[in-house]
Nanobody
């Protein structure tokens, strides 16, 4: 069973950048599809970006396409989310998730979740 720990959140002004990291332990990282999801207060958790086990397939939500980049380093058991040109509407708790199967964009397909890291974008 894999454990996930996110880091890198914080407060940033609109137009700024942040890089989130998610370190995995307790499992064979390269066998998991990984994803980033977010949840704003009063809203449901939503898909942001996902990456397949080898990194060959990547999908982004339309709202972040062209601004966010997901990547993974299987040697370091870590997945990243580079967030550029941040907007106030990106404010949310960001969660890393893992799935021991092929990549999907559906929140409920992911079995393992981190505790989340808060991203706040001020206008």
């Amino acid at each position: 069973q894999v454990q996930l720990a996110e880091s890198g959140g914080g407060l940033v002004q609109a137009g700024g950048s942040l890089r989130l990291s998610c370190a995995a332990s307790g499992g064979t990282f390269s066998t998991y599809a990984m994803g980033w999801f977010r949840q704003a207060p009063g809203k449901e958790r939503e898909f942001v970006a996902v990456i397949s086990r080898r990194g060959s397939s990547i999908y982004y939500a339309d709202s972040v396409k062209g601004r966010f980049t997901i990547s993974r380093d299987n040697a370091k058991n870590t997945v990243y989310l580079q967030m550029n040109s941040l907007k106030p509407e990106d404010t949310a708790s960001y969660y890393c998730a893992a799935r021991a199967s092929s990549v999907t964009v559906e929140v409920y397909d992911y079995d393992y979740w981190g505790q989340g890291t808060q991203v706040t974008v001020s206008s």
